[in-house]
């Protein structure tokens, strides 16, 4: 639980570092697996700055959109400043759908190849470099989970994120230890042939992230129908939408594998 890393004099934010670790083995996967699949390597390294862009496009402006009154306020009384909004504030479900949207667009405009070949080999890797990414928020202190005092509770610093001097559930501790288990899953499934992987990557893991809400303590979203969060009433798009397009694809009768 330490935000930076100290290498000699050099302070390495860690969730930095992590992100970028994480960044690095989907890289290396990525162009190991094109080639094993005699997939262009160039064009995954363009889908991958794509989907990178859209990420990080997606994943902040859900947070101003979720947050837009505070950040005024807090812009106009000099709280925080645009350098701060900028580097801080991402949210993944964001990253995510913002990704996927990237990519489908620019494929369909410029690239025009079979996109569902280059997310399948990637797909199994995703939840493995999220889960790394996810040691880094605890790490840092983001992210963190609801007061608790039972057994694997945690305290976190003054210098992190989180409350310090209060028990906390590690929620980002078990979220990455589920990510583990659904990239393990996934690899699994890739073996098995699945045509279904980039399906059960959305359905598993909106399944996670739901109940994981439940256990989080730095919800800033409103709530709505049930006391559900926005990120649980995406969640539940994010099951509902894959299943939908399976059901809808084999009452039409289409022969088509999805991914």
Do not use: W
């Not at 860690?14 to 690095?24: D, E, F, I, R």
């Not at 990525?30 to 363009?46: H, P, T, V, Y």
């Not at 410029?110 to 070949?117: E, G, H, S």
């Not at 590690?170 to 979220?175: A, R």
């Amino acid at each position: 639980m330490n935000p930076y890393i100290h290498l000699f004099s050099i302070h390495i934010p860690s969730y930095g570092l992590l992100a970028l670790v994480s960044l690095m083995v989907l890289s290396a996967y990525g162009i190991i697996k094109a080639k094993q699949n005699d997939l262009s390597i160039d064009d995954f390294l363009i889908l991958e700055s794509i989907a990178l862009l859209g990420a990080l496009i997606g994943s902040k402006l859900l947070f101003v959109t979720l947050n837009f009154n505070k950040i005024q306020l807090a812009l106009s009384s000099n709280l925080i400043t645009v350098n701060d909004l900028l580097t801080s504030g991402f949210i993944f479900y964001g990253g995510l759908i913002g990704a996927l949207l990237f990519l489908y667009l620019f494929n369909k405009k410029f690239l025009k190849v079979d996109l569902k070949r280059y997310l399948n080999i990637v797909i199994p890797i995703i939840p493995l470099c999220h889960g790394i990414a996810r040691i880094g928020c605890y790490l840092s202190g983001c992210c963190y989970g609801i007061a608790y005092d039972g057994i694997g509770s945690v305290v976190f610093p003054e210098n992190s994120l989180a409350p310090s001097g209060i028990h906390l559930f590690p929620v980002q501790l078990l979220e990455a230890f589920l990510l583990f288990v659904l990239s393990i899953c996934l690899f699994i499934f890739e073996k098995r042939k699945s045509n279904h992987l980039l399906t059960s990557y959305l359905v598993f893991y909106g399944i996670m992230r739901f109940f994981l809400e439940f256990l989080r303590g730095d919800k800033l979203e409103k709530v709505y129908l049930f006391s559900l969060s926005e990120s649980q009433i995406i969640s539940l798009m994010i099951i509902l939408f894959p299943v939908l397009y399976l059901l809808l694809g084999r009452k039409n009768g289409k022969g088509k594998s999805y991914s």
